[in-house]
């Protein structure tokens, strides 16, 4: 059974950065996209971006850009998320996802969007002083 | 970006009643839509994609159908484990887009 397994919960101070790690299998890190969906506490979902791990291609949401950085480390096919200059509007859970469609994509051109078939488990940030 | 409403906010079913979701796209977005439950404390699970077409372990009870920008999840026989936020999402353009969910609960 495919799983992501993430990090576990943390308290961050405001300005801080924090990072989020996403445990996946090989096939996964090979084959597939991950998205960053995040949730505040009683709220909807929001997606950040997306990755290929395989490849470290990613999209962002434009409204995370140049506060969201994610990576992938293929020895340990682990993705990872890192968000900087946390206010206290950052408290939530953060999920990876993993697309239902396997795809083989080198480039960001070819990196098409999908619904999420797999999700992890949630890794609760708070921001507080 | 595209903008996803979902209605109602919450729906109250008693069990065994059927439960009809809606959710809008604010511009076309073919039938690159899914949906998603979540009850507390849990992350979401992909119900339905494409649509209309069940996600693998779904029970047949769920379906989703389209018309233009309009998307209809409902389920046939509310089950005690059905009562759930449901979430559509739409995956045509970038940035993929949530709508704000719509909370199933027991009459």
């Known amino acids: 059974q495919v799983q992501l397994v993430q990090s576990g919960a943390g308290v961050k101070k405001p300005g801080s950065s924090v990072r989020v790690s996403c445990k996946t299998s090989?096939?996964?890190?090979?084959?597939?996209?991950l998205s960053w969906v995040r949730q505040a506490p009683g709220q909807g979902l929001e997606w950040m971006g997306g990755?290929?791990?395989?490849?470290?291609?990613?999209k962002y949401a434009q409204k995370f850009q140049g506060r969201v950085t994610f990576n992938a480390d293929e020895s340990t096919t682990t993705a990872y998320i890192e968000l900087s200059s946390l206010t206290s509007e950052d408290t939530a859970v953060y999920y990876c996802?993993?697309?239902?469609?396997?795809?083989?994509?080198?480039?960001?051109?070819?990196?098409?969007?999908?619904?999420?078939?797999?999700w992890g488990q949630g890794t609760m940030v708070s921001v507080s002083s | 970006e595209i903008v996803m409403t979902q209605s109602p906010a919450t729906l109250s079913v008693s069990p065994g009643e059927r439960a009809t979701l809606s959710c809008r796209a604010s511009?076309?977005?073919?039938?690159?839509l899914a949906w998603y439950q979540q009850k507390p404390g849990q992350a979401p699970t992909l119900l339905i994609y494409?649509?209309?077409t069940r996600a693998t372990g779904i029970p047949a009870r769920f379906s989703g159908s389209e018309s233009g920008t309009e998307f209809t999840l409902t389920i046939s026989s509310l089950q005690s484990e059905d009562f759930a936020v449901y979430y559509c999402?739409?995956?045509?353009?970038?940035?993929?887009?949530f709508g704000g969910g719509t909370k199933v609960e027991i009459k």
């Open positions: 990755i290929i791990p395989m490849f470290n291609i990613t």
């Open positions: 494409g649509a209309s």
């Open positions: 996802a993993r697309d239902y469609r396997a795809k083989y994509c080198t480039s960001t051109t070819c990196y098409t969007a999908d619904a999420f078939e797999i």
């Open positions: 511009r076309p977005i073919s039938s690159n």
């Open positions: 999402q739409q995956y045509n353009n970038w940035p993929l887009t």
């Open positions: 090989a096939d996964t890190f090979s084959n597939y996209a």
